[in-house]
């Protein structure tokens, strides 16, 4: 008798854009295994707590949390993994036999491509665009692993925002970098790596034109990484400006490759078929383009 499927899926607000259906079932099938993958657009936060009990009902085995529910889903849980506890943020759900457990990946995730500039890191300051989940992720691999001078976020509203109760964050408003000669400016100039945690620039949105940071600023050069979390498209406004600027660039291509992967250890107890999974993104990826 042949196993029953597992079915994953990934739970979010209007993300029929996302690769992570491509990711993991590439996976699944170059291991053979009894899986598959989709997604479950859910439309309001108030109907997320009734998809979970489904998936305890439903015996589904495992969720991906992404755009705008990663901190909606905590309090729905039953438990969470220590990453996931100390960021107050879920992209990982694993359902132990209706027993749901969130774990947080987007930390290592993120953390990955950057580690190769670890020294250059070390010591200077660092610039994150954005206040929600994955601009947690960022500040605590920043603090465990990489020891910048400091941490400046900028956020659409920071005299409205709660969650960034750390003193040691410089807060400032993303309006601020319109104005070149403001002290935002400057902290972003100066910064020695600048995250986009937002999600401007995603194909699909009425901002996918646009970059976080505005072109005509000057606000980006030779000696920065400019690191974009949005991984639809590949080269998306901001990375192409950084790269115009002679930035170093990493794409969100990478962190959503890496946090997939330790996504998959945990639903699984297998490594990805990396190479394999690459390959199929970038030809995904291609086809898109044209």
């Known amino acids: 008798m042949r196993p029953a499927t597992k079915i994953y899926g990934l739970i979010g607000r209007a993300v029929d854009y996302s690769y992570s259906p491509l ?8 291991l053979s295994l009894p899986c598959r993958y989709t997604i479950f657009n859910i439309a309001e936060e108030h109907l997320v707590a009734d998809a979970l009990k489904g998936a305890r009902a439903l015996g589904i085995a495992g969720f991906s949390v992404t755009i705008p529910y990663k901190k ?5 849980l ?17 359902n132990h036999e209706g027993t749901l457990v969130g774990h947080n990946t987007d930390i290592a995730g993120f953390a990955s491509p950057l580690l190769p500039h670890a020294r250059s890191i070390q010591g200077r300051p660092v610039a994150i665009l954005g206040s929600g989940g994955a601009s947690l992720a960022a500040i605590e691999a ?23 109760t750390d003193p040691a964050i410089k807060r400032c408003a993303l309006g601020d970098l319109k104005e070149s000669g403001s002290q935002s400016s400057a902290l ?40 974009d979390m949005v991984y639809n498209p590949l080269d998306t406004p901001l ?25 998959f250890r945990l639903w699984t107890n297998l490594e990805m078929p990396m190479d394999a999974v690459r390959s199929a993104l970038l030809n995904e990826i291609g086809a898109t383009a044209i």
């Open 188 to 227: 972003l100039r100066d910064a020695a790596v600048v995250i986009n945690a937002t999600p401007v620039g995603t194909l699909g949105r009425p901002d996918a034109h646009m970059s976080p940071v505005p072109a005509e600023s000057n606000l980006l050069h030779q000696g920065q990484i400019i690191y």
């Open 23 to 30: 990711i993991h079932n590439t996976a699944f099938e170059q």
């Open 142 to 164: 920043f603090r465990t692993l990489f020891m910048p001078s400091e941490i400046t976020l900028f956020m659409r509203n920071p005299a409205k925002e709660t969650r960034m």
């Open 239 to 263: 990375l192409l400006a950084a790269r115009k600027a002679g930035a170093v660039t990493i794409p969100g291509m990478e962190m959503l490759l890496a946090q997939g992967a330790a996504a």
């Open 72 to 76: 909606t889903v905590v309090p729905l």
């Open 78 to 94: 039953d438990s969470l993994s220590e990453e996931a506890k100390s960021i107050q943020a879920v992209n990982t759900i694993v």
